[in-house]
Nanobody
Framework: QVQLMESGGGLVQPGGSLKLSCAAS????????LGWYRQAPGKQREWVAT???????NYADSVKGRFTISRDNADNTVYLQMNSLKPEDTAVYYC?????????WGQGTQVTVSS
C-alpha cells in the first residue's frame, strides 16, 4: 500500500507559477513510478507527467516546456513545477503511484488559473 497526499494548489493568474507537492508513504515507494494527472470540470482525467523510479521524466504535449516533474527519493516526495500557467490548466491535480499491477491515487488538489 502507498498513501499519497498532495499540497500546493491554489488560485494563480495566467502566466503565473505554482509548485505542487505529493508526499508518498508506504512500502517500497522508491520503486514506484510517480506522476500527476488532472481532471477539469466535465472532462475525463488526463495524464500530465510521470517520473520513473530511476528519475526519467515524461510529459504530455500540452504541458511540455512549461511543467517540470521531479522527485526526492530521500523524502519520498514528487513535485510538479508549473510555469506559464494558462486558464486551460485549471483542474484538480491528482498524484499517482504505479508499479504494475498496483496503482494508487491521492485525493487531489485544486489549481485555478484565472485573472
Amino acid at each position: 500500500q502507498v498513501q499519497l497526499m498532495e499540497s500546493g494548489g491554489g488560485l494563480v493568474q495566467p502566466g503565473g507559477s505554482l509548485k505542487l507537492s505529493c508526499a508518498a508513504s508506504g512500502s517500497a515507494v522508491g520503486g514506484y513510478n510517480l506522476g500527476w494527472y488532472r481532471q477539469a470540470p466535465g472532462k475525463q482525467r488526463e495524464w500530465v507527467a510521470t517520473i520513473t523510479s530511476r528519475g526519467r521524466p515524461n510529459y504530455a504535449d500540452s504541458v511540455k516546456g512549461r511543467f517540470t516533474i521531479s522527485r526526492d527519493n530521500a523524502d519520498n516526495t514528487v513535485y510538479l513545477q508549473m510555469n506559464s500557467l494558462k486558464p486551460e490548466d485549471t483542474a484538480v491535480y491528482y498524484c499517482n503511484a504505479n508499479l504494475f499491477p498496483s496503482q494508487f491515487w491521492g485525493q487531489g488538489t485544486q489549481v485555478t488559473v484565472s485573472s
